[in-house]
């Protein structure tokens, strides 16, 4: 099988390449940068399996992975991570990865992880998202299409009148990031911009009550950007 390695930089690549070294069955065929779009470049690979290392940003992750399922929608999709909490998986599994490896995994156990993803001998239902977090994902009513618990977080400040930078900055994200995820919104959601995002979200129970009151230390942003 043909592994492409997609990463933030060549000595993450190397790692995960020594640590396939003796992994039957798989033939490593390179390493693409990850750290901006790369979907031509990994298309042109034709791999059976694109293991994803986690970016520094988790939106930038995000946007590789969602890029990828379109670029090679044939291929496993393979996230290695250092989170794996529910929300986080939830979030990259709508993104569109096929499983998720922690990067606390023994080294010799990769290649046999990866090979029964592969063959599809491995399944894991990740732990539903407690709190308010939980209809915020599933889409709030039936009917709706569903968010990812940052989509929702980023609809909420939207929705209550912050900007693309201090949404980024609170998030501690880049705005193109942000940008990314309200795209994938107004995709979701069938509109054209943040006021009808806004207007179908409330219409749908789909804000949290807290998201949709503005914060007094980003009120000079919105001021700013009026």
């Excluded at 034709?46 to 930038?60: I, S, Y």
């Excluded at 992975?65 to 999709?77: C, G, N, Q, S």
């Excluded at 929300?87 to 709508?94: C, H, N, P, T």
């Excluded at 990314?180 to 789909?206: C, D, E, M, P, W």
Aim: glycine share 8%; charged share 20%.
């Amino acid at each position: 099988m043909r592994l492409l390695i997609v990463a933030d930089n060549a000595l993450a690549a190397e790692a995960i390449r020594r640590e396939m070294r003796h992994a039957s069955g798989f033939h490593v065929t390179g390493f693409v940068r990850g750290r901006s779009s790369c979907a031509l470049a990994v298309a042109q690979e034709q791999p059976d399996v694109v293991l994803v290392d986690d970016m520094r940003d988790a939106g930038g992750t995000l946007e590789r992975i969602t890029e990828l399922r379109e670029a090679v929608p044939d291929a496993k999709l393979v996230l290695l991570t250092l989170r794996m909490d529910a929300g986080w998986l939830d979030e990259a599994r709508a993104a569109g990865i096929d499983a998720a490896v922690s990067k606390s995994t023994p080294p010799q156990s990769l290649g046999t992880l990866l090979r029964e993803v592969v063959r599809g001998n491995l399944f894991h239902a990740f732990a539903p998202v407690q709190g308010g977090r939980t209809a915020l994902a599933r889409g709030g009513r039936p009917g709706m299409p569903a968010l990812t618990a940052r989509e929702g977080e980023i609809l909420g400040l939207a929705a209550s009148g912050l900007p693309n930078g201090p949404i980024a900055a609170r998030l501690w994200v880049s705005e193109q990031t942000v940008k990314f995820h309200l795209s994938n919104i107004y995709r979701k959601l069938g509109v054209a911009n943040r006021t009808q995002a806004s207007h179908v979200a409330r219409q749908h129970g789909l804000l949290r009550p807290q998201a949709l009151t503005t914060p007094a230390r980003d009120q000079a942003s919105v001021d700013a950007a009026a």
